[in-house]
Every structure is written in C-alpha cells, then in structure tokens.
C-alpha cells in the first residue's frame, strides 16, 4: 500500500509535499517533471493551455503547423483528446478555459458537481415536463398553460417516449445537436417510465455526466475528478485565494486540510503528464485581481518541478530596443 504502480514518483512526492507527509508514497521511476507555469492573465493562461494540447495532440488542422504550434507529432502516451484533463477548483473558470478550447479547434466536454441538466435552459425544459406530467396525475385534471403544454399533455397521455417529449420541448431552444441529444440520451434509456425518470434525477450526480468513450478533452471539477485517471492533467488558477478556496471568506483549518486533501486528489490523477499554472491577474465578476501563486505551491521542491513565465510584449519591446542600441 505504500506504493502506487500507475502515478510517476515525482508526482507523489509533490503531492505527499502539499499534505506535509513525512512519509512519502513511492511511485513509477518516470524522469518526468511537474511544468509550472506563470501566465500574465487568466486568457493568456487558457490560450496556453489550448495551444500546449493542440502541440501534444500532433496538431488539429493545417494551421497548427503553419503557426508553428505543433510540428505534427503527438507526444509520447498520448493518443486522443480524452487523454486530457483539465481540472479546476470551481465551475467559474470553466468559460475562459473552454473558449480558448473553441478558439483552437478541440473538441472537449465539461463535467461540474452539479449535473448538466441542473443548468439552463435544461432545468427549464425538465421542469416543463414535471409540470405537465404532475399536472395529468393531479385528480385526473389537465392543466393547459399553452399550446406547447397542451402538445407535451397529450404525448404523456399517448405514452410516448421521454426522448420524444423532451425532443418536442428542446425545439424552442437554440442548441447544438450535440447539447440536444445529449439530454434525450439521458432520457432514452426510460422509455416511457416518466416517474422513474424523475425519481433517478433526484440521485444523479455531476460525475454521471462524463463519458470516457467521446473523443474529447475533459474540463471538470476538482472535485468530479476522484477516481478518475488521465494521462495528461492540467490545473489552472493554482493561486492565493482560489487554492485555497478563500474568496467567501477565511476558511477553518480543518477546512484549509480538506482544500489541501483536494489539491492532493487533482495531483495525483495523471499517469504521465502534469501542468500546473497561475496568473498574475484574473478577472472574476468583471473585476481584475492581482494574485500570487497559492501557498500550496511553496511547499513543493524546486527539484520536482520546471518553472516557465510567458514573456509580454513589453519584454519583447526591451529585448528589441537593446538589440537595437548594438
């Protein structure tokens, strides 16, 4: 038990670092080394992010070689998207992370704590077929709002299937096929069990939403991500006040262990690979924070891990003006 035969020794020894062990799990003898890496923003953070992916993916279109990206080779262990994992403290990193995914052309999937269907216009949608559906099981009398209240009404009493009601409700919305069918996926396996249907949504959790067969890059919580096992994991925002957790307020020391429990969990869910990052500044509720880098990364070795900054376009403009004065 000492002993782990899947995560790289440096990995373990980071993370033993992080909980403060004194005795630390031994692990694969890999030469691999944590990269951390210092970004300027939050953006510039998520772009390096998708473009180091795109550069270990072997490229995603014509373009990755032409900007010099990628060289067209994937890196070793790595085979598809669903290699990557990109874990975050909380859900309001998500947009950033997978708009820069979008910019670059990968294809990804997002995994909360809370299930997708907890967030709109889904919720909406589910809650319009719970009414209706109450609505036919209330002493036999039917409630009709509308005409789309009276269309679904009257499929609940044909006994159609989940997949079609909720395909007749998701019209009104502006969706990708993806997003679509991703709910009547959900609902197919049902059939016509309405009440079952709504008794399993009561029990589903965020990590029911991963799908470790698509081709994609999985962006998820720290959280969602116990028991989970990538071959290449990034974790962004590792700074003062997200790791630990402390925007709401100064946590208790049980609860800073329990952030630390956290971080040691997303460390350790890499079998090859692991980039951790930070920004200077971030922006969160359209206000821009300065930040430091989370304490937990001070306890690190420097021997364990390859520290790189981003250069700004004011660096580039001094090493230009000093070329030039020779």
Known sequence: LNRSYRCPENILKAAGQVLQKKYLLSGKTDPVKIHLQQCET?????????????????????????????DGQQSE????????AILCRTTRLFSTITKALEDHGIAYQVVGTEPFYRTEPFRSVIKSFKDAFLARNKEGQQKIENN?????????????????????LLIDYQLSDEDQQRLENMARPFGADYLGFLSALNTRQGIDDYNDKVEAVSVMTMHAAKGLEFNCVFIPACEDNVLPFTFFG?????EIKEEERLFYVSLTRTRKYLYISFARKRTIKYKVLKQEKSPFLDRLEKKLYELQKQTTKNDEKEKFDQLQMF
């Open 42 to 70: 939050d953006r510039s953070e998520a772009d390096w992010i998708a473009a180091q992916i795109e550069k270990m993916i072997g490229g995603v279109a014509s373009f990755s070689r032409d900007s010099g990206i990628s």
């Open 77 to 84: 262990h790595i085979g598809s998207f669903r290699d990557f």
């Open 148 to 168: 789309i209240a009276f269309e679904v009404e009257s499929m609940i009493k044909q006994k159609k299937s989940l997949a079609q009601i909720l395909h007749r």
């Open 250 to 254: 100064i946590k208790t020391s049980e």
